[in-house]
């Protein structure tokens, strides 16, 4: 049994880093070898936009500024004038509780627990411009799911009787037998206005606007962030290496388990 469970672990760690640094190498390569393009080349590959079809796509690599619709979005929780937020609340308790070893003897373990109360994103449209051409670029942001960097935002602690929790918020939970209610953690983060964006995605038509959204006809990379191409190649290679370590760990924990257990 632990020559098999020593061989899964071994199995599972070498998968995992063979799949990641498969999904590195194509991401890496289109992020070096797809051409950079402004608004107005955008314009020029799928030409008019009033005979364009909505079903096509053209994978691109898009820069512009980031702006929302209204141009008056703030971050509810850093009250930031920004283009974009994404925030989330917790309520954090203390958690005590006995375990009893072999011998009988017990020991008391004290965990600090979060649960998720409420979380929300922006509801205001963003989209790209540049000096290239007075058209928008609509970036479709719930297509990208996690594939979009985020800057940091707020991260704060409030207590349980907070005067600022009681004039904004009204929560309703209840605290777990045996807990300690620590108070509420607010995490937020942002795109601020006028930021300088990087998109690797599907160009497409919607109604009479163009939108960049997650690539889905070639199932090719798909990434919305505020870093350039050199510290998203830099994320690729720490990527991997974070891989290879995990694919190393695995077997040296795989090898252990079936010499100190069988």
Known sequence: MA?????????????????????SKTKAQEIQFQQ???IKDVLDIVGDLSSLDENYRHYSEVKGHLHSVSGDVEAP?????????????????EET?????????TRTITDKVETSLSSEKSPVEVYL????????????????????????????????????????????????RGSRFLGYRFFEEILPENQPMYILGEIHKRGNRLYVGR???????????????????DDVKNEKFVALAIAVGSVIAGIAVMFLFS
Request: proline share 3%.
């Open 3 to 23: 020559f098999i469970i020593g061989l899964l672990i071994m199995i599972a760690g070498i998968c995992y880093a063979v799949f990641v640094l498969k999904k």
């Open 36 to 38: 950079t393009t402004c």
């Open 77 to 93: 929780f850093s009250q930031r004038p920004v283009a974009y937020y994404e925030n989330e609340v917790f309520s954090v308790h």
């Open 97 to 105: 509780r006995t375990e009893r070893d072999d011998k009988g003897n």
């Open 129 to 176: 411009s540049d000096s290239s051409s007075d058209e928008k670029v609509y970036i479709d942001m719930a297509s990208f799911g996690a594939d979009v960097d985020l800057m940091p935002g707020c991260n704060r602690m409030e207590s349980a009787d907070s005067n600022w929790v009681r004039d904004n918020f009204n929560f309703s939970f209840s605290n777990p």
């Open 215 to 233: 690539s889905v006809t070639t199932k090719k990379p798909s990434h919305v962030t505020y870093k350039s191409e050199e510290e998203l190649l």
